[in-house]
């Protein structure tokens, strides 16, 4: 059903700093709309916005206007996890300028009360399937969480994941990140520790490469089986709905930074992440006003944010976008480019569909597609580039992980498919792409033996990937898991006794080191123990390793001394 994406906008308190320079709030807000006055212009018409919500959180708990985050739950992360019931995808996305609130919306902080979005989610997720009693009907979890940094992917859940992970698009699956792992849950104590695994790996590796977390688009996805027995007939359906919670980079210009150098570089391919989604929300917007509807070119491929977004923005999902607003005068130009840019997106018009039975459908097309392949390499004699039998899929299993099809595509000739493995940046004409091999056209396309081979190697892998049982992903996922914790523990971050993380819940007694960051999700985040005696810190045969442009291979050491009483006496 075509349904409009859901606006909100939020403004924070004042930080310590803006109260310091007595800053001045240039924002109020009525029921659903917000004002906004230019500091310098005191005599302008201050200008108006309105949104399907105008989040006030600038005052506190005893202001009747005041909104907390279980009201911004209630009101868009419910619904939306509403629709994931039913069977749609859905996408929450966080936009606004770097300290606006983005991260406090979409995950918050670990004390009472001061939860996010996501973790809310989750927590509903499992507090709803559990209460279920019908037992024909059964459900399954899987998570992934990536980073996209410089326009590049990074598996956040992974720890063997290093270095980028390609983005492509299958003509039946769809735009899809190649081995981005999907990890099976069963509660949310489950969904809440790999969070917060994720949440380390990212301050590992922005400390690390020296990056700014603020510059990288945190991407959290929930896909949510839900199988129904018949018990007349013994079949299965199946729904699956694909939730993509999004807490974007900071929208600010990177010139306003004063960047340079790698900063800029950065920045502008942040920006192209940014810009390109700027370009695709006025596109659809444009395109909801033209009724001109498909003709319309949306640059989804011109940056990865945006391809991989694609079904999220103006296909099939149930899509809310939440912009976090600074109320300081010191921001306005930001703040109303953010309004601006909200008010924009409120124009989109998606088409969400359920999705039932998706796999079913599928497999039947991923199947038909090996077919087509294998008969078109044996055509050409080249049955030695064929490797085993395509899998046999038992659809009828559970947990079994999807991104949807495109509905364009479905089931008919791939017109524009694109080339497996190409990257947004370099996306070129299929025919064009190298000298050697035999161009033979395959579904109205002219495509060489070698990209035959490739597409029929990609496709088996996503065979392969649905075949797994549940009890596979189970295992692999608790596999990743004790990989995960031992490179933290050869790191030096600590883990507790049970293998659970400890997260910024500081031991007491025991001396630590914690990880800083501007970024008030990833500061103090790490937390490293001195223990009894020596320890070393450094890149090379240490206790706490440390790894960047200015860490020496033996950078330092702590000697910590205890007391007749047990005590640490000193450091
Ligand atoms: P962003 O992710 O947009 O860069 P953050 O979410 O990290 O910004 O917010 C910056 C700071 O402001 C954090 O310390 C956060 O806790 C605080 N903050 C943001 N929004 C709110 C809010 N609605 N209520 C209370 N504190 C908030
Ligand atoms: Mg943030």
Request: net charge negative; hydrophobic share 35%.
């Amino acid at each position: 059903m075509a349904a409009s994406v859901k606006v909100a906008v939020r403004v924070r308190p004042f930080n310590s700093r803006e109260t310091s320079r007595d800053a001045k709030c240039v924002i109020q807000m009525q029921g659903s709309s917000t004002c906004i006055w230019n500091p310098k212009q005191p005599k302008e018409a201050a200008k108006n916005f309105s949104f399907d919500y105008s989040y006030w959180s600038h005052s506190t708990e005893d202001d009747p206007a005041f909104t907390s985050q279980r009201q911004v739950y209630l009101d868009i992360g419910e619904e939306m996890l509403l629709h994931a019931f039913e069977g749609y995808n859905v996408c929450i996305f966080a936009y606004g300028q770097t300290g606006a609130g983005k991260s406090y919306t979409m995950m918050g902080k670990q004390e009472p009360g001061q939860q996010g979005i996501i973790p809310q989610m989750c927590e509903d997720l499992f507090k709803r399937t559990s209460e279920n009693t019908d037992p024909d009907l059964s459900y399954s979890v899987e998570v992934s969480y990536m980073e996209i940094y410089c326009e590049r992917v990074r598996d956040l859940l992974n720890p063997k994941s290093k270095g980028a992970l390609r983005v492509r698009e299958h003509p039946i699956m769809g735009p899809y990140v190649e081995d981005l792992s999907k990890l099976a849950v069963t509660s949310y104590a489950d969904i809440r520790d790999l969070m917060d695994a994720g949440n380390k790996a990212r301050t590992v590796a922005a400390t690390n490469m020296n990056e700014t977390s603020s510059r990288s688009h945190a991407v959290f996805t929930i896909v949510f089986t839900q199988r129904r027995r018949d018990q007349l007939t013994s079949l299965d359906t199946e729904k699956v709905s694909k939730v993509s919670l999004v807490d974007l980079a900071g929208s600010e210009r990177a010139d306003s930074s004063g960047a340079k150098g790698v900063r800029l570089k950065e920045g502008a391919n942040i920006n192209k992440s940014l810009t390109t989604l700027g370009k695709v929300i006025s596109a659809l917007a444009e395109m909801q006003n033209s009724k001109r509807r498909k003709s319309e070119f949306i640059p989804y491929r011109d940056s990865v944010l945006t391809w991989i977004l694609k079904e999220n923005l103006g296909g099939n999902s149930r899509t809310a976008m939440i912009a976090a607003l600074s109320p300081a005068d010191i921001n306005y130009e930001e703040t109303l480019s953010t309004l601006r840019y909200a008010d924009r997106a409120k124009q989109i018009r998606c088409n969400a569909v359920i999705n039932e039975d998706p796999n079913a459908r599928l497999i039947r097309e991923l199947k038909e597609e090996v077919n087509r392949l294998r008969d078109l390499l044996l055509s050409q004699g080249l049955s030695r580039l064929i490797t085993a039998p395509a899998a046999e899929v038992n659809n009828n299993r559970m947990g079994v992980t999807l991104m949807p099809a495109d509905p364009a595509s479905n089931g008919a000739p791939p017109t524009s498919a694109p080339v497996p493995g190409e990257g947004p940046a370099s996306e070129s004409d299929p025919a064009s792409l190298d000298g050697h091999g035999q161009l033979e056209e395959f579904q109205g396309e002219m495509i060489t033996n070698e990209e035959a081979v490739e597409r029929l190697k990609e496709t088996e892998k996503i065979m392969a990937e649905l075949n797994e049982t549940w009890e596979e992903k189970l295992r692999k996922t608790e596999s990743i898991r004790l990989e995960r914790e031992s490179i933290l523990a050869e790191m030096g971050v600590s883990i507790k006794e049970d293998g659970g993380t400890v997260g910024v819940f500081s031991p007491k007694g025991t001396p630590h080191l914690v990880n800083l960051n501007e970024d008030p999700l990833m500061s103090e985040c790490l937390l490293y123990y001195i223990k009894e005696g020596v320890t070393r810190v450094g890149q090379k045969d240490v206790d706490i390793k440390l790894s960047g442009q200015f860490i020496k291979e033996q950078h330092c050491v702590f000697y910590s001394y205890i007391n007749q009483n047990g005590e640490v006496a000193g450091i």
